[in-house]
């Protein structure tokens, strides 16, 4: 029995009052006990889920992704090639999509005792028709004889040593007579080529290549047995590296003569992974590339190390905030990925990560990305990609030179960039890091310059001529987006009733002391104070005047 102060029954709404006080702070303790339980309960459920081990629950769609990956080719066609031949800017006019399927199932697996997982994964591309402009083979586009650009721009360089260092020295005359077969090899090709769409995506064929690959294989044999015969050193030096450029671009040329600037059936180098077993955070980020934590091509230690995932999952908890690196093998570099807004997918809210615009920024802007520029500077907006593709003039970019410096729209017409179909955009589910949408785009473009040695061809405006541009794209099917929408379910639910449970308890404590507080001085300020007799002596009140 509770009594007040003056020995009177608590009323109902003392009562009330202090029951509410202990209902609010036992709804705040709760609260508090799902608050430090909720991050122990979410990560056991997330390891549960997305660990990598042979039987774990995402096992067998690590190997082996379940939801179909297109890869969509968009080829360049080149209009006005009279003109082309004359100096003049190309016109290029966009044609596509041809859309493979592409299959991509994880090889050579192993685990290591560190929490990592090494593994390959080739890719193989299926045309689909029906999702296409048409059969590949059978359309047909014109560009510049990118096979032959590409290995006149090889050799002009090593031709200049052989010009300048070799005249004089009888040993070095054979490899000097190879020359002109060589030179006669190249100039009985033509300047433009008109080949199918196929081609230029997956390999042309001329028997000329072929020929090339043995010249510069024979020439690069001649040197070598030339140097032994050279007493000065800084000669036999010139002429070992000129012999060990000549047979690494003989190298370059496959057997069967097909130039390709996309393989069908090949993998991009061997990966190992973090599993998650040690630490959820690293899921899925690479540890080695090559079996190295860095890369040989770029100038500065920062822009070598093997950055990122493989952009397929990243780590828990992702929020707008944060740095998404990417490992992208097309570039031979890591990339980082910015936050753009939120989309819904399937029912699932997502965050959308896109690269910034100075993703290929040539270090004007963004200081460390000038590491990037080797052999040299070009204007932002391209990846001179030559360093780790044997010294061919290829340049990676967004499609239509998105966010490019002005110069590249300048050389080349034909060019229309827009964000929504040239960026590229990984959407992704924050508490799982799962991309469940993307669309990774670039493209190829080939550096065309002038050859100096080819007196009858190549005498076309130096420019950066796009190829073609790549979207390779996704989207989770919607039975997984219904799994991970039941797993997601009751994480949700306890996220938002651990907060809900300290909100309210809060709320209530917080009404009822200001309710008591209130109630206490209302209560002081309306107390009854009786006044007290004055007793006088009734010998004093003889004294006291009447009035009347």
């Known amino acids: 029995m509770t009594l007040s102060r003056r020995g009177e029954l608590c009323t109902g709404r003392c009562c009330g009052a202090t029951c509410l006080i202990v209902s609010s702070i036992i709804l705040f303790c709760v609260g508090l006990i799902l608050v430090v339980g909720f991050s122990a309960f979410i990560k056991y459920e997330i390891k549960k889920t997305l660990e990598v081990y042979n039987g774990s629950a995402s096992y067998d769609t690590w190997i082996e992704p379940t939801e179909p990956v297109y890869m969509s080719y968009f080829v360049f066609n080149v209009t006005n090639t009279e003109d082309v031949l004359k100096g003049k800017r190309p016109n290029v006019e966009q044609v596509g999509p041809f859309q493979y399927l592409e299959v991509r199932p994880r090889q050579d697996v192993t685990f290591f005792d560190n929490g990592t997982v090494k593994w390959i994964q080739p890719k193989s591309y299926i045309l689909q028709p029906e999702l296409s402009v048409g059969i590949d083979h059978e359309v047909k586009v014109c560009t510049i004889n990118f096979p032959i650009m590409f290995f006149a721009t090889l050799l002009e360089p090593i031709f200049d040593k052989i010009n300048h260092y070799f005249p004089g020295h009888i040993s070095l005359l054979p490899a000097i007579l190879e020359i ?35 010249f510069a294989s024979g020439l690069a044999t001649t040197l070598e047995k030339a140097a032994h015969d050279i007493k000065a050193a800084l000669l036999r030096n010139i002429v070992l590296d000129v012999a060990k450029d000549l047979a690494s671009i ?50 500065t230690t920062t822009c070598n190390m093997v950055n990122g995932t493989d952009g397929t999952q990243y780590h828990p908890n992702i929020k707008d905030s944060d740095l998404l690196f990417t490992f992208v093998s097309e570039l031979c570099r890591s990339i980082y990925l910015v936050y753009n807004g939120t989309v819904e997918v399937k029912g699932i809210t997502l965050k959308r990560f896109t690269p910034p615009p100075e993703l290929f920024d040539n270090g004007t802007n963004v200081a460390f990305l000038k590491g990037f520029c080797v052999p040299r500077c070009w204007p932002s907006g391209t990846a001179d990609i030559s360093v780790c593709k044997g010294g061919l003039p290829v340049m990676m970019s967004s499609p239509h030179f998105l966010y490019g410096d002005p110069v590249y729209l300048d050389n080349v017409t034909g060019m229309n960039p827009n964000f929504e179909e040239h960026a590229t955009l990984v959407d992704l589910e924050p508490t799982t890091g799962l991309m469940l949408q993307g669309n990774k785009r670039l493209q190829l473009n080939v550096r065309v310059s002038n050859i100096s040695f080819l007196p009858g061809g190549f005498r076309l405006r130096e420019c950066f001529l796009p190829l073609f541009y790549a979207n390779e794209s996704g989207i989770v099917s919607d039975s997984d987006a219904a799994k991970l929408r039941n797993t997601l379910l009751p994480m949700a639910i306890v996220k938002y009733g651990q907060w809900s449970l300290l909100a309210v308890g809060a709320l209530v404590f917080v009404i009822t002391v200001v309710y008591i507080v209130r109630r206490y001085r209302k209560e002081n300020e309306n107390v009854y104070i009786p006044l007290q007799p004055i007793m006088v002596p009734e010998d004093r009140l003889e004294n006291v005047p009447l009035i009347n």
Request: net charge negative.
């Open 180 to 214: 002109p077969k060589i030179i006669a090899a190249l100039n009985h090709e033509e300047t433009i080529i008109c080949i199918s769409a196929h081609e230029l995506v997956w390999g042309v064929h001329d028997p000329v290549f072929y020929r090339i690959g043995r």
């Open 250 to 299: 003989a190298g370059l040329v496959p057997p069967h003569g097909i130039v390709s600037l996309q393989a069908n059936g090949s993998d991009d180098g061997t990966w190992a992974t973090y599993t998650g077993e040690t630490d959820m955070n690293l899921i899925n980020s690479l540890d080695l590339f090559q079996n190295s934590k860095f890369l040989p091509w770029w100038n």
